[in-house]
């Protein structure tokens, strides 16, 4: 029997994320890669026009994650944050629940205080808001746990979404300093495991799951500043990792049966823009004029550190230490690429882990997507890339004519049709291939920063103004 590539890519896919109880349990659907295998979609659409239902809602840029019965989502208003449970069939909500946050962390423009989508085990829901923590409800909207986390020294606000995984749940805390992460028994709320990542800063990447041909346990992938890590579900042990990164992960990888796919990009790590920076030790030599191991922003070795110097005093302390060094040092170093590396191994496998890496036109937030053996790429002012996933060649690049903006959400796809959204809420939707194709364009007319779901046939788009559900009406 043959099967065609795109049942090829769902199979494994899915092999891996049966593990999930549920289609499109967690951010961007099964292991967050944004595939479905859901058919008769349209591809023609708008506040008006093959709409089955649509919910208004307080603003949000988590998505819409799915339950047995229900729809979670999140959603913030003034000094508040919610929890939502749709109808999957109306939209109807069925309970709200409201936090009042105790305070209000630092947020970049474009995030917001609940931008973590959620997920479920199919009957419970599980969120994360960086004012708040870690929280389960019931299928009743009844609170059966809280974890308080934070406050978090980021100054965007937090991005990665929690994940299910054997019983647990998994969640990144990255931040300038401090960073973690946390297993927590999805029943019980009990941390089982919590490993500090000391070494990593700013991260917004959500983790994604891969089960090794060897039979040595699950692993979830975190894409963090420099270095690719896989740990093992169960223990949180480090298991492999792959050096070379950029020094901030905001899209979420994807991945097929032996290789990860990798977009990185932060400012000032353009391939070209590296420069060597002296040891910590070296510099103390030249620029510390008191003597006290530490540099102060009056000692610092240039005017672009001084110009920015929160940037660079991670933990907001009055001095650069030795940390922050390192800190500057390797973001001087590093290289923004879309990666594809090796999956697997034991300790460091940064030796020979890239088979291809491809450095112009790079997103900043939306995470790739791999579809049929190539990797679409979307990039503010509406620039789509088409990488063959084997070599990285280009194959395609060009733009959306009528999406020329900024993109915050991840491309989905299901049914031969690719969805973009962009900020202003523009949905192109393209006939995926090596010479891809626009095949029409939707306009929304609302601003869009949530990545849409895929399930039943049909396709859910979250806005600021609320939570859209559409399919063929006619």
């Known amino acids: 029997m043959s099967i065609r590539p795109t049942a090829l890519a769902l199979l494994v896919t899915f092999s891996v994320l049966s593990l999930e109880a549920v289609d499109w349990s967690r951010f961007r659907g099964p292991n967050s890669a944004g595939v479905a295998d859901d058919t008769g979609l ?39 944050v919610f929890t939502f449970a749709l109808d999957r069939k109306t939209g109807k909500i069925l309970w709200r629940r409201e936090i009042v946050r105790e305070r209000e962390g630092k947020l970049h423009e474009s995030n917001g205080p609940a931008s973590p989508s959620a997920t479920t085990d199919g009957r419970n829901a599980y969120v994360f808001f960086q004012d708040v923590g870690l929280l389960s409800y019931g299928p009743d909207g009844n609170e059966r746990w809280r ?48 490993n500090e990542r000391d070494f990593v800063t700013r991260g917004f990447a959500t983790p994604i799951l891969y089960d090794p041909k060897d039979g040595s346990g699950l692993e979830a992938i975190v894409a963090g500043s420099y270095e690719l890590i896989s740990y093992k579900v ?11 990164l950029t020094w901030q992960l905001k899209p979420t990888p994807v991945m097929d049966e032996d290789t990860i796919y990798l977009l990185n990009w932060a400012g000032g790590a353009d391939l070209g823009q590296q420069e060597d920076v ?3 030790d070296e510099a103390l030599k030249l620029h510390d004029k008191d003597g006290d191991g530490l540099l102060s922003k009056e000692e610092a070795p240039n005017e672009g550190i001084q110009k920015a110097w929160d940037s660079y005093d991670l933990d907001l302390n009055g001095f650069m230490d030795g940390r922050d060094w390192h800190h500057y040092r390797n973001k001087r170093s590093s290289v923004n690429a879309m990666n594809a590396i090796r999956l697997g191994g034991k300790g460091d496998m940064t030796k020979g882990a890239f088979r291809w890496r491809y450095y112009k036109a790079l997103p900043n937030v939306p995470s790739p997507l791999l579809y049929d053996g190539i990797v679409y790429l979307v990039k503010d002012g509406g620039i789509v890339t088409a990488l063959d996933k084997n070599t990285g060649e280009v194959l395609k690049q060009a733009r959306l004519d009528k999406a020329l903006d ?27 291939g090596p ?14 920063y949530a990545t849409p779901a895929i399930v039943d ?15 063929k009406t006619d």
């Open 42 to 80: 349209p591809a023609e659409f708008s506040p008006e026009k093959n709409v089955v239902w649509k919910t208004e809602l307080p603003k949000g840029h988590s998505s819409p994650v799915f339950g047995d019965d229900a729809i979670f989502l999140t959603g913030w208003e003034g000094t508040s």
């Open 147 to 194: 974890i308080p986390l934070g406050p978090f020294n980021n100054p965007m606000g937090m991005g990665a979404s929690p994940i299910l995984a054997e019983g647990l749940i998994i969640q990144i805390c990255d931040s300038e300093s401090d960073s973690f992460m946390i297993a927590v028994d999805k029943d019980t709320g009990k941390i089982v495991w919590r």
């Open 234 to 244: 169960a223990t949180g042990e480090k298991s492999w990792w792959v050096r070379g």
């Open 278 to 280: 002296v040891a910590f």
């Open 406 to 432: 900024r993109y915050f959400s991840a491309p989905v796809v299901a049914d031969g049709k690719i969805y973009m959204v962009s900020e202003a809420g523009m949905v192109s939707v393209l006939k995926p």
């Open 435 to 448: 010479d891809w194709e626009v095949i029409q364009s939707n306009d929304m007319r609302d601003a869009t």
């Open 457 to 471: 046939g049909k396709i859910y788009l979250r806005t600021d103004w609320g939570l859209y559900c559409l399919a």
